[in-house]
């Protein structure tokens, strides 16, 4: 019994030593490494949502680009349909105003253009003034040939200058602009 009671305490003892030299190494090497473990999952997360907001970002990105790809296309189909060539502006012009002012019953006299001074959103205006000789009627059919073409001829004024009494013939200056792209 006494042998078994100090074998007891040997035991006890050495289950204490154990204990005890367990302590500084779980201090020293085990608490360091979960704590390192901790510190680099929760770096590994901020990584995650970096990529995640960064992934965001890039996709906002690829939209913008498309949607002005986009812009640029219907920009240039505009361009296309509906103004002017950048050489060849006051040829195609006069061209246009001849057919008009023909399906109308227009007289057109001498044609004066003025280019604008500075560009605007990348389109330079032209505006030119036309004198027409021809009736009421002539000019009203004008106006709607005019708003029925395709190409963008904007009326910015009317100005009459005399009407030949009796004969229902005016003379008028009409002020006429338009745009064209500045850039080919």
């Not at 253009?113 to 000789?133: D, I, K, Q």
């Amino acid at each position: 019994m006494i042998l078994k009671e100090k074998f007891r305490k040997v035991v006890y003892t050495l289950l204490l030593v154990l204990i005890a030299l367990n302590l500084p190494l779980y201090l020293f090497i085990v608490r360091p490494d979960r704590e390192a473990i901790a510190i680099e999952g929760q770096r590994i997360e901020q990584a995650r949502v970096e990529v995640r907001e960064k992934g965001v970002f890039i996709q906002t990105e690829r939209d913008i680009e498309e949607k002005l790809a986009e812009s640029q296309k219907a920009r240039k189909e505009f361009e296309t349909r509906y103004l002017f060539s950048r050489g060849k502006v006051s040829s195609e012009l006069l061209n246009e105003l001849d057919q008009v002012c023909g399906q109308a019953g227009l007289l057109r006299n001498r044609v004066a253009f003025s280019y604008g001074a500075e560009p605007e959103f990348g389109y330079l205006r032209l505006s030119l003034t036309l004198p027409v000789e021809g009736t009421y009627s002539n000019i009203r059919k004008f106006l709607n040939v005019l708003e029925g073409r395709s190409k963008l001829i904007i009326v910015d004024s009317m100005v009459l200058q005399s009407e030949k009494e009796g004969t229902g013939l005016i003379q008028m200056d009409m002020n006429l602009s338009t745009y064209f792209p500045v850039q080919p």
